[in-house]
């Protein structure tokens, strides 16, 4: 989504990781003067993310090719250090993904790296990019949805494993990535897409097959510097029956902005969709966030 002003506008990839469909629909979601439109792209796009401070979008290939656009217009293309494949339960891919910091004019791509699956940076001010660098989860993973929490410095990435990998991106050139492992207790399963609510730092994993939310607190989280480290946070995994029903259960979350509310869908199809009401404060002494209050969506029924 780019949001600017009164506009609001949806980038979104006509291909999947599987996908053989190349370009990207433009669609105005709120506002006026902006036509809806298809984007061309020489190679099958997979995940979009925008600037909305800049105006830019970025979008991923299944290969190493990097689209930057302005409005409706391919203004750059680029290819990363991409090598490989990553596999997922949707498909593999090279460039897997792509979340904009627009705190610091940066995109960060998940991506198969010469050490295995990992990370790297693209500097959107000079279109360079930074080192990549290898996912520290054994075996190596990263998130369908990675997550940056641009006030803590965080890179977010639940890796479709029993593990929840953050990374210190205080110095991108340098980050620190923590491994959280906790098999045999509140996160195990398939946890897929990564989220945070920024202003409580209440962190969200899906997982998937399930109607189940991992939440955690990292506003109280310990971090243990390793190879890799470890970080442990106030955390729950909470049910919601009713996203049992969503397609392969819960797998994408997102959080809207100064909200406190979350939403969660399926994948590979349906019509389903929830929001989910997160705590309105950072917690303390130990205590675990929680949700409050849930609705789930089906057409225009709602429960």
């Known amino acids: 989504m780019l949001v600017q002003g009164g506009n609001v506008l949806s980038y979104v990839p006509k291909g999947a990781w599987d996908g053989s469909t190349s370009g990207v629909s433009l669609i105005q979601v709120e506002g006026s003067g902006v036509a809806s ?23 991923t290939a299944n290969g190493s090719a990097v689209y930057l656009i302005n409005g409706t217009s391919v203004t750059s293309t680029l290819h990363s250090s991409g090598t490989g494949k990553i596999s ?10 792509v979340i ?6 940066q995109a960060l791509l998940t991506l198969s790296t010469a050490k295995g699956a990992g990370f790297q940076f693209l500097d959107l001010a000079n279109n360079t990019f930074e080192a990549p660098f290898p996912s520290q989860t054994s075996p190596q993973r990263v998130s369908e949805d990675a997550a940056i929490d641009p006030v803590r410095h965080l890179l977010l990435s639940a890796t479709e494993g029993s593990t929840y990998e953050v990374g210190d991106i205080t110095d991108t050139t340098t980050p620190k990535l923590f491994e959280n492992n906790t098999s045999g207790g509140v996160f195990e399963g398939e946890y897929d897409s990564s989220a945070e609510d ?20 990292l506003s109280q989280a ?9 970080w442990t946070a106030p955390q729950r995994l909470q049910n919601f029956p009713e996203f049992e029903s969503f397609s392969a259960g819960t797998d994408a979350v997102s959080v809207a902005g100064d909200t406190h509310i ?28 929680g949700v409050s209050d849930y609705i789930s969506l089906h057409d225009s029924q709602h429960s």
């Not at 439109?37 to 979008?59: L, Q, Y």
């Not at 904009?100 to 004019?105: G, V």
């Not at 939403?263 to 989910?276: I, K, L, S």
Request: proline share 5%; with cysteine; glycine share 16%.
């Open 88 to 97: 997922f339960s949707g498909g593999e891919c090279t460039n897997c993904g």
């Open 198 to 217: 920024c202003t409580t730092g209440v962190a969200l994993a899906t997982n998937e097959f399930t109607g189940n939310l991992y939440l955690a607190d």
């Open 100 to 105: 904009i910091n627009s705190t610091t004019n």
């Open 222 to 230: 310990v971090f243990t510097p390793g190879s890799p480290g470890t």
């Open 262 to 289: 979350a939403v969660v869908n399926g994948e590979f199809g349906g019509n389903r969709f929830g929001a989910v009401v997160l705590p309105s404060s950072s917690a303390s002494g130990g205590k675990v966030p």
């Open 37 to 59: 439109a298809v984007i061309p792209t020489g190679s099958v796009v997979n995940s979009c993310s925008s600037n909305s401070t800049t105006g830019e979008t970025v979008r």
